[in-house]
């Protein structure tokens, strides 16, 4: 079984809807991440929690909101979804430690909005 | 400046051949180097990391760095047309561990 698993794979919608992508990790990691990714842009940081209680915006958090339910589970909501959100989203995890850790990612979401 | 600079590619290079992909980055304080792979359409996977000046070596793979210069690649031996993916450069600074990556460079090697 896969360590970090993202949930749906694949998602389209329409402008204005409300969008929830999921994460889980079987890792014991701490500290997780939602990035997305756009042709030419690279992956960029959107949110990431070091722990339950920690939460912390990335670069481009506009637009989005995380809960982390559990140390296994952290969520990236749309809260109303626009086109330019259309990209395919990671979720990432790393051990609690110095700069020295890896990310492991997920599988990807491939999010469309209509 | 962006602060991870890759050339987007893509590379072209025959089967056989040494690949060569390079990254520039622009904090002087940062600590720690990784280079993933990424399929079209899959996620990011570790293939070398390095922390220390100087070249380290895993099989095929070769990262390099230079601190110095705020520059880091790596070498591909013997390439093959299964090494043809985006290759991300990725660097931590920051107590907090962040991590900037690069936009990639798209590598095709020919049969």
């Known amino acids: 079984d896969a360590d970090v698993t993202q949930t749906p794979r694949n998602r389209i919608t329409k402008t204005g809807k409300r969008i929830m992508l999921e994460c889980s990790q079987t890792k014991g990691h701490d500290r997780m991440y939602w990035y997305r990714q756009d042709p030419g842009l690279g992956l960029r940081l959107i949110y990431y929690?070091?722990?339950?209680?920690?939460?912390n915006k990335g670069e481009i958090s506009d637009g989005y909101s995380v809960s982390r339910q559990a140390q296994a589970k952290f969520s990236l909501s749309l809260e109303s979804a626009i086109p330019n959100q259309t990209a395919l989203y990671f979720c990432a995890t790393t051990p609690k430690g110095g700069p020295r850790n890896t990310q492991y990612f997920g599988p990807g979401t491939r999010l469309t909005v209509l | 400046q962006k602060e991870v600079e890759q050339n987007s590619g893509p590379l072209s290079v025959p089967e056989g051949a040494i690949a060569s992909l390079n990254c520039t980055y622009s904090?002087?304080?940062?600590?720690?180097f990784f280079w993933y792979r990424q399929y079209s359409g899959k996620s990011p996977e570790l293939i070398m990391s390095?922390?220390?000046?100087g070249d380290k070596e895993d099989g095929r793979f070769t990262a390099q760095l230079n601190k110095a210069s705020q520059y880091v690649s790596l070498l591909i031996r013997d390439s093959q047309p299964s090494d043809s993916a985006t290759y991300l450069c990725?660097?931590?600074?920051?107590?907090?561990?962040?991590?900037?990556f690069g936009t990639g460079t798209k590598l095709q090697v020919i049969p």
């Open positions: 990725a660097v931590t600074s920051g107590g907090y561990q962040k991590v900037t």
């Open positions: 929690s070091f722990d339950v209680k920690d939460i």
């Open positions: 390095i922390y220390s000046n």
């Open positions: 904090d002087r304080v940062s600590q720690s």
